[in-house]
Nanobody, 124 residues
Framework: QVQLVESGGGLVQAGGSLRLSCAAS????????MGWFRQAPEKEREFVAS????????IYGDSVKGRFTISRDNAKNTVYLQMNSLKPEDTAVYLC?????????????????WGQGTQVTVSS
């Protein structure tokens, strides 16, 4: 079993930056595709970013491409989401997810494990 704990959320003004971290437990972390999703109130869960186990491939949702960067440090069992040029529309609970597949995915249903999420609020 894999447990994921997000941190780093908070309040930031538009145009600012924030870095989220996701700490994972479990021996198999380094073999998992990792992803970030976000959930705004009464809206569907939205894909943000995904990274392959060896960081060879990353993909992003169109709304965050060019502003957000996903990375991971397998030695520390941690995945990061660097968020720059934040907009009020980025306000959401950000969730970390792990997928046993070797291929990055934009679909939430492909992910096997989820963290509880961390709130990001961007003020205008």
């Amino acid at each position: 079993q894999v447990q994921l704990v997000e941190s780093g959320g908070g309040l930031v003004q538009a145009g600012g930056s924030l870095r989220l971290s996701c700490a994972a437990s479990g021996r198999t972390f380094s073999t998992y595709t990792m992803g970030w999703f976000r959930q705004a109130p009464e809206k569907e869960r939205e894909f943000v970013a995904s990274i392959r186990w060896n960081s060879a491939n990353t993909i992003y949702g169109d709304s965050v491409k060019g502003r957000f960067t996903i990375s991971r440090d397998n030695a520390k069992n941690t995945v990061y989401l660097q968020m720059n040029s934040l907009k009020p529309e980025d306000t959401a609970v950000y969730l970390c997810a792990a997928d046993r597949s070797l291929v990055t995915s934009r679909s939430a249903i492909d992910y096997d494990y989820w963290g509880q999420g961390t709130q990001v609020t961007v003020s205008s």
